[in-house]
T-cell receptor
Framework: GQQVMQIPQYQHVQEGEDFTTYCNSS?????IQWYKQRPGGHPVFLIQ?????EVKKQKRLTFQFGEAKKNSSLHITATQTTDVGTYFC????????????FGIGTKLQVIP | DSGVTQTPKHLITATGQRVTLRCSPR?????VYWYQQSLDQGLQFLIQ???????AKGNILERFSAQQFPDLHSELNLSSLELGDSALYFC????????????FGPGTRLTVT
């Protein structure tokens, strides 16, 4: 089936350091979404990217969609303890019915 | 609060039993999705319903089934339960038929003993 690779699976950073998680697909994506799941919580929708090369920002979070629409990244600048959680990408592959595939997630720990 | 409700929050049952999980989508959302999340695992898509009809199937076992009712709430039925079925089950909803911008419920934690 269609898959999306997400790396790294775990990341520990000192508070104030930057953090990036990546999603990669071998096939072209229709769009990609990012979700955050706090420990003990449920996934929360962050953003959706649709256009090739698209860049969107939400405060300290920057989301990018690759030019070939096969990869995406989420970058957090100057992490804070409130950023702790697991970040998932959710990809919709081009062609046919759009069924979403979630990445394995990147679990972010922020050390104060 | 996402507006999606799920009951029950926790469920403990024995192997071989059958359980039903319930989900009410956000007001106005026509699509309901079910996901399974095991320990340290990502979200495995199980099934989607749109306006009462099955729309897409993911990695859903034959022992599992779901339906969406006229009032748009959905139920996920899990039967002949095995230890490996222990997981968090999330329901999500979205406005349209495509899985854009999904809103997740708080989940049901199922423990099979």
């Amino acid at each position: 089936g269609q898959q999306v690779m997400q790396i790294p699976q775990y990341q520990h950073v000192q508070e104030g350091e930057d953090f990036t998680t990546y999603c990669n697909s071998s096939t072209t994506l229709s769009n990609i979404q990012w979700y955050k799941q706090r420990p003990g919580g449920h996934p929360v929708f962050l953003i959706q990217l649709v256009k090739s090369g698209e860049v969107k920002k939400q405060k300290r979070l920057t989301f990018q969609f690759g030019e070939a629409k096969k990869n995406s990244s989420l970058h957090i600048t100057a992490t804070q303890t409130t950023d702790v959680g697991t970040y998932f990408c959710a990809a919709l592959h081009s062609g046919g019915y759009q069924k979403v595939t979630f990445g394995i997630g990147t679990k972010l720990q922020v050390i104060p | 609060d996402s507006g999606v409700t799920q009951t029950p929050k926790h469920l403990i049952t024995a192997t071989g039993q059958r359980v039903t999980l319930r989900c009410s989508p956000r007001s106005g959302d026509l699509s309901v999705y079910w996901y399974q999340q095991s320990l340290d695992q990502g979200l495995q898509f199980l099934i989607q319903y749109y306006n009462g009809e099955e729309r897409a199937k993911g990695n859903i076992l034959e022992r599992f089934s779901a339906q969406q009712f006229p009032d748009l709430h959905s139920e996920l039925n899990l039967s002949s339960l095995e230890l490996g079925d222990s997981a968090l089950y999330f329901c999500a909803s979205s406005v349209g038929v495509n899985p854009y911008e999904q809103y997740f419920g708080p989940g049901t934690r199922l423990t099979v003993t």
